[in-house]
């Protein structure tokens, strides 16, 4: 049974167009194609990075924070209590007035010393402000590396000025070494956020991250499995293109930097809304969604991979809704900590963020 859901999922009508089968994607006439075999080295490149990231976070991320004034506070701890602990870890972080009282009587403490246990609490698990610093550094970090990556890997192909170029011989296109890694150094670096989403900052966003983290990898390896390699790698250029602004502001603004930090995330804000709202669904999907069929009638995979670009396409317009109310409150009011309440990344990031 195992074999014919295998043979079923892999059968050649749902991911390839018609008259081509996966036989047209072997190694032949000195072409090279990827391989789904090949996304396996991804999974310990993942740990690695996991491992690369501890060790910048320690040896470079915290001396840059203690250079830029940021130290690690410790808050004042709760005092123990079991009935207040298993209301607070089982029930709410935030308990109503009724149960307060409630809670006064079982724990034989006064209303307002159950109020304070409650704040102190919360600030006990709020992260600080060192921890944020190394994790924005870490992501600063390897999206500039991504980036530059990037442009090299493409400022010389003709389908990077030319997107009609993206389906000439598809899908007879042989791999270049550059795509290989592209592709592997991304897949590995969100296989690694979603390995870390257990104990890194909880944000606002938390379910539109894991949503787009798996969006992305899901895109990344059906782009790779059925060679939709080139459009993948425009579509990583140009996500990351804004990532890095958006990280970069959020150092500045752990620093206290106010000006800097908004002057970037405002340069951010542009730059998201030209790559996300305007390259991405005017050049990119209506790149996979129009020129395909003028080679090749729609087939399964056609529609799941716009699919999901449409899923991340309505992500982009969640969080340029946040970015315009954020940018307004910068324009019209004040506002503090801005780019701690927001986070895209992440926003990437798949075959199509990041792809």
Same mark, same amino acid.
């Given at each position: 049974?195992?074999?014919?859901?295998? !043979?079923?999922?892999?059968?050649?009508?749902?991911?390839?167009?018609?008259?081509?089968?996966?036989?047209?994607?072997?190694?032949?006439?000195?072409?090279?194609?990827?391989?789904?075999?090949?996304?396996?080295?991804?999974?310990? *490149?993942?740990?690695?990075?996991?491992?690369?990231?501890? =060790? @910048?976070?320690?040896?470079?991320?915290?001396?840059?924070? =203690? %250079?830029?004034?940021?130290?690690?506070?410790?808050?004042?701890?709760?005092?123990?209590?079991?009935?207040?602990?298993?209301? $607070?870890?089982?029930? %709410?972080?935030?308990?109503?007035?009724?149960?307060?009282?409630?809670?006064?009587?079982? /724990? /034989?403490?006064?209303?307002? !010393?159950?109020?304070?246990?409650?704040?102190?609490?919360?600030?006990?698990?709020?992260?600080?402000?060192?921890?944020? #610093?190394?994790?924005?550094?870490?992501?600063?970090?390897?999206?500039?590396?991504?980036?530059?990556?990037?442009?090299?890997?493409?400022?010389?192909?003709?389908?990077?000025?030319?997107?009609?170029?993206?389906?000439?011989? *598809?899908?007879?296109?042989?791999?270049?070494? %550059? !795509?290989?890694?592209?592709?592997?150094?991304?897949?590995?670096? $969100?296989?690694?956020?979603?390995?870390?989403?257990?104990?890194?900052?909880?944000?606002?966003? +938390?379910?539109?991250?894991?949503?787009?983290?798996?969006?992305?990898?899901?895109?990344? %390896? +059906? /782009?790779?499995?059925?060679?939709?390699?080139?459009?993948?790698?425009?579509?990583?250029?140009?996500?990351?293109?804004?990532?890095?602004?958006?990280?970069?502001?959020?150092?500045?603004?752990?620093?206290?930097?106010?000006?800097?930090?908004?002057?970037?995330?405002?340069?951010?804000?542009?730059?998201?809304?030209?790559?996300?709202?305007?390259? @991405?669904? +005017?050049?990119?999907?209506?790149?996979?969604?129009? $020129?395909?069929?003028?080679?090749?009638?729609? @087939?399964?995979?056609?529609?799941? #991979?716009?699919?999901?670009?449409?899923?991340?396409?309505?992500?982009?317009?969640?969080? =340029? *809704?946040?970015?315009?109310?954020?940018?307004?409150?910068?324009?019209?009011?004040?506002? /503090?900590?801005?780019?701690?309440?927001?986070?895209?990344?992440?926003?990437?990031?798949?075959?199509? $963020?990041?792809?």
């Amino acid at each position: 049974m195992l074999d014919a859901l295998c !043979q079923w999922f892999w059968s050649d009508r749902l991911w390839l167009p018609g008259g081509l089968s996966w036989a047209d994607l072997e190694d032949k006439e000195g072409r090279v194609y990827a391989k789904p075999s090949h996304l396996y080295i991804t999974v310990p *490149f993942a740990f690695c990075f996991l491992l690369i990231r501890y =060790a @910048f976070e320690k040896w470079i991320a915290t001396p840059l924070a =203690a %250079s830029a004034g940021i130290k690690q506070i410790v808050p004042m701890r709760a005092e123990d209590n079991p009935v207040l602990q298993h209301y $607070y870890t089982t029930k %709410s972080r935030n308990p109503a007035q009724n149960d307060i009282n409630g809670l006064s009587k079982k /724990s /034989s403490l006064s209303v307002r !010393q159950v109020e304070r246990w409650f704040r102190r609490r919360r600030t006990q698990d709020r992260p600080g402000v060192l921890k944020k #610093f190394r994790e924005a550094s870490w992501r600063l970090v390897f999206y500039i590396c991504a980036f530059i990556g990037g442009i090299f890997a493409l400022y010389d192909k003709v389908w990077l000025f030319d997107t009609k170029e993206v389906w000439t011989g *598809f899908p007879k296109q042989s791999m270049l070494d %550059s !795509q290989y890694w592209y592709y592997v150094l991304e897949m590995s670096f $969100y296989g690694c956020l979603l390995f870390s989403v257990a104990f890194d900052v909880k944000r606002k966003d +938390f379910k539109e991250q894991i949503i787009h983290h798996l969006a992305t990898l899901m895109l990344l %390896s +059906f /782009s790779w499995c059925v060679n939709y390699i080139r459009i993948g790698t425009l579509v990583m250029l140009v996500h990351d293109a804004s990532d890095v602004l958006l990280e970069s502001a959020k150092l500045f603004n752990y620093a206290k930097w106010e000006k800097t930090c908004k002057t970037i995330f405002v340069v951010f804000a542009i730059v998201f809304m030209v790559t996300r709202l305007i390259i @991405f669904p +005017f050049w990119l999907i209506h790149c996979t969604w129009v $020129y395909p069929v003028l080679y090749y009638p729609p @087939f399964f995979g056609y529609y799941f #991979f716009n699919g999901m670009l449409m899923v991340l396409l309505c992500l982009h317009m969640f969080w =340029a *809704f946040l970015i315009v109310r954020m940018v307004k409150k910068f324009m019209f009011g004040t506002i /503090s900590n801005v780019c701690q309440k927001f986070n895209v990344r992440y926003l990437f990031l798949t075959m199509i $963020y990041c792809i």
